[in-house]
């Protein structure tokens, strides 16, 4: 079967109503804007407003399961780092519109490349790594409400309904689909360190995604508190992280933070810490910088793979941070029995 044919049969879910969801977001946006600042009602009013303005969504369909690879030779898990969305922002080539058919288009090139590598051996399993930014926000820098098409609660609605998406087309694809979850700090609720940090519109995102999509069996979804997530594949281990834990994003930089978490030897912050000890990762990927890069680690064994972004022109990323390229995502294909990487894909997006 082909693979548009596979995505077509793919069930939809219930039409929303368009009426209900209006009115859902126009309720959502009064109470936080009735809101007075207190950080535990703040926070909590957003988390409501947030279930609010996603019960119009409706119920989704189970995906059925495609046809199971008897084949006894070996396997791999594919890989997808998907990062950087910044669902919203509007650029001369940019919006929401756009983003949707690229964040697609990734996921349809990762099937089409897993099914030329199944000629070979079985890929039945996918890991999807979240990399944060998946909504643009409007609150970040003090010019950003004029870069948006949409406010935060309409961000929030459609990265969540295209997160649906793509994990139901991925399901309909792949025998067991995994989801690891990594906040952004574009997904940031105020001004920076003005409410917990656990409060965040990509957490929401994932959190609202993972609750419409709870009844699938072949479906695991892993979300933490911690800004920092341990990837097991078998005995594969990495560390992903969005890229903004590291303050001054250089090549060199990035490496040496990634060798000391590796090492164990040098404590950046406690938490990054805890989350390392004892976690003999091999590899590290980030998002963050719009950039597609790898670099080895000083041991030898290992690489920091960064990933590119969906988004495509961004000015600021270009003359402020000289961080920006052609929109790409990183797909790797995993062997979970020697742990590690054994090919790896720039997916551009067109």
């Known amino acids: 079967?082909?693979?548009?044919?596979?995505?077509?049969?793919?069930?939809?879910?219930?039409?929303?109503?368009?009426?209900?969801?209006?009115?859902?977001?126009?309720?959502?946006?009064?109470?936080?804007?009735?809101?007075?600042?207190?950080?535990?009602?703040?926070?909590?009013?957003?988390?409501?407003?947030?279930?609010?303005?996603?019960?119009?969504?409706?119920?989704?369909?189970?995906?059925?399961?495609?046809?199971?690879d008897s084949r006894k030779k070996?396997?791999?898990?594919?890989?997808?780092?998907?990062?950087?969305?910044?669902?919203?922002?509007?650029?001369?080539?940019?919006?929401?519109?756009?983003?949707?058919?690229?964040?697609?288009?990734?996921?349809?090139?990762?099937?089409?490349?897993?099914?030329?590598q199944r000629a070979d051996h079985p890929v039945k399993e996918i890991v999807l790594m979240l990399g944060g930014d998946i909504v643009e926000n409007t609150t970040i820098f003090p010019a950003q409400v004029y870069e948006v098409d949409s406010d935060i609660m309409t961000q929030f609605v459609e990265a969540s309904r295209i997160?649906?998406?793509?994990?139901?087309?991925?399901?309909?694809?792949?025998?067991?689909?995994?989801?690891?979850?990594?906040?952004?700090?574009?997904?940031?609720?105020?001004?920076?360190?003005?409410?917990?940090?656990?409060?965040?519109?990509?957490?929401?995102?994932?959190?609202?995604?993972?609750?419409?999509?709870?009844?699938?069996k072949r479906l695991t979804w892993q979300m933490t508190k911690e800004d920092i997530q341990r990837v097991t594949i078998g005995n594969y281990k990495a560390l992903l992280i969005h890229g903004d834990e590291i303050r001054w994003g250089t090549a060199s930089t990035i490496v040496r933070f990634a060798d000391r978490w590796k090492s164990g030897a040098y404590k950046f912050f406690d938490e990054v810490d805890e989350i390392t000890k004892g976690f003999d990762f091999r590899d590290?990927?980030?998002?963050?910088?719009?950039?597609?890069?790898?670099?080895?680690?000083?041991?030898?064994?290992?690489?920091?793979?960064?990933?590119?972004?969906?988004?495509?022109?961004?000015?600021?990323?270009?003359d402020l941070l000289a961080a920006n390229g052609e929109a790409s995502q990183r797909l790797h294909f995993v062997d979970p029995e020697k742990g590690r990487v054994t090919s790896e894909y720039r997916l551009w997006l067109e």
């Open 1 to 68: 079967m082909s693979l548009s044919d596979r995505l077509k049969n793919i069930p939809e879910p219930e039409s929303q109503d368009v009426n209900e969801l209006r009115r859902a977001l126009l309720r959502s946006q009064k109470t936080i804007a009735d809101l007075k600042r207190n950080k535990e009602d703040f926070t909590q009013a957003v988390v409501n407003a947030a279930h609010d303005a996603m019960l119009s969504h409706g119920p989704v369909l189970p995906v059925p399961t495609p046809i199971k």
């Open 74 to 116: 070996r396997g791999e898990v594919a890989l997808l780092h998907s990062t950087d969305w910044q669902l919203g922002k509007q650029t001369l080539t940019y919006n929401t519109k756009e983003c949707e058919r690229l964040v697609k288009q990734s996921v349809e090139k990762t099937i089409r490349i897993a099914d030329i």
């Open 163 to 216: 997160l649906i998406d793509i994990v139901r087309t991925l399901l309909a694809n792949f025998e067991k689909v995994t989801v690891i979850c990594e906040p952004g700090n574009h997904g940031r609720i105020g001004k920076f360190g003005e409410l917990p940090k656990d409060i965040n519109w990509d957490k929401l995102t994932y959190m609202f995604a993972g609750q419409a999509l709870r009844d699938e």
């Open 284 to 318: 590290l990927y980030i998002g963050h910088y719009h950039q597609h890069q790898s670099w080895n680690m000083a041991n030898g064994e290992g690489s920091v793979f960064m990933s590119g972004a969906v988004e495509t022109g961004n000015r600021y990323a270009r």
